[in-house]
């Protein structure tokens, strides 16, 4: 069935998950609450839960398939809440495109709060790639409150890409995960504030396997008057390794905080956490302007690359 998609719409949906129109194969696309469209695969499933979000059934073995789940907001003043709960199947190999944008043109708020949940089966991989992003020419305030948790069993693996890309006021993230034998890892979030917006991303990572590891990155950019904080622990209980990275470039009157963490309960634990933060270097920007682009460009060109 065709869906008659506003420019506002599809401006959210092209900016969140790449999407121009309906997908192909898997998908599930919201809007202000409720559902636009719906279509299932032969190896996926989506379907309404007891919360009115999704469960999302990815069968055993099933190879190389793509789920989109985004969600758009344009109705200004509401709250929408959402709990969703993913079953990836043993051996599955599975991309999942999520992510929330709001249209907002008014002086009220509007706000989104993401509950997913992520259990992983036993040498499962799961790509999981979401976009936040906000706009409306007015002073209006948009919120999003993501909350993630994941369960990896034995030998799976689990990608996460996790980033704001703009005109989003507040957010706050939690994320809790489990991390089982041999299975791996990676976290990378990206983020970009600016004016008066605030971030704050808190994760808890247990390590409980033999042979588990994780790797998360971090990387943002906080302009203005902006205020971000980060606060990720990592935890060994196992014979496992861990390493935390974040990277903040800071302009302006804007705070930055970061607060890695790692804690070991096992003597063959390997933990290692680290984090910078600074403005641009003077060298870069003159650099490229020697090769003819203007301060702003130049400053421009260094944030996308750091970002990228």
Do not use: W
């Not at 992003?133 to 909350?147: M, V």
């Not at 971030?199 to 994780?214: F, H, P, R, Y």
Request: hydrophobic residues 35%; aromatic residues 4%; charged residues 20%.
């Amino acid at each position: 069935m065709a869906v008659d998609l506003s420019p506002i719409d599809k401006d959210l949906l092209e900016n969140i998950a790449g999407l121009h129109g309906m997908p192909n194969g898997a998908f599930n696309v919201r809007k202000n609450g409720k559902l636009v469209e719906r279509n299932n695969s032969a190896n996926v499933t989506i379907e309404t839960n007891d919360q009115g979000g999704l469960e999302v059934k990815v069968k055993d073995n099933a190879k190389r398939e793509t789920i989109f789940v985004p969600v758009i907001l344009t109705k200004v003043g509401m709250v929408d809440t959402v709990y969703n709960n993913f079953h990836i199947g043993r051996g599955a190999n599975v991309e999942i495109i999520a992510g929330c944008g709001i249209h907002n043109d008014e002086h009220k708020t509007t706000q989104h709060d993401g509950i997913h949940s992520f259990y992983c089966g036993e040498g499962s991989y799961t790509k999981y790639i979401e976009k936040h992003y906000g706009n409306g020419a007015a002073d209006g305030t948009r919120i999003l409150n993501p909350q993630t948790k994941v369960v990896l069993e034995k030998n799976a693996i689990c990608e996460m890409e996790m980033s704001q890309i703009g005109g989003v006021t507040s957010t706050i993230r939690e994320s809790n995960i489990t991390i089982g034998q041999g299975a791996k890892l990676i976290i990378t979030e990206k983020l970009m504030t600016e004016g008066n917006q605030t971030a704050t991303s808190n994760m808890k990572i247990e390590l409980v396997g033999n042979g588990s590891s994780v790797q998360v990155i971090s990387r943002s950019v906080a302009k203005d008057h902006s205020q971000q904080v980060f606060n990720p622990l990592v935890t060994g209980n196992a014979k496992c390794s861990g390493h935390v990275q974040c990277d903040s470039i800071i302009m302006g009157k804007a705070k930055v905080k970061s607060i890695p963490a790692i804690e070991a309960a096992h003597e063959d634990a390997q933990l290692v956490h680290e984090a910078a933060i600074g403005k641009i270097a003077g060298d870069q920007l003159v650099k490229l302007m020697t090769l003819g682009l203007s301060e702003e460009e130049a400053e421009a060109q260094i944030l996308d690359d750091f970002l990228s």
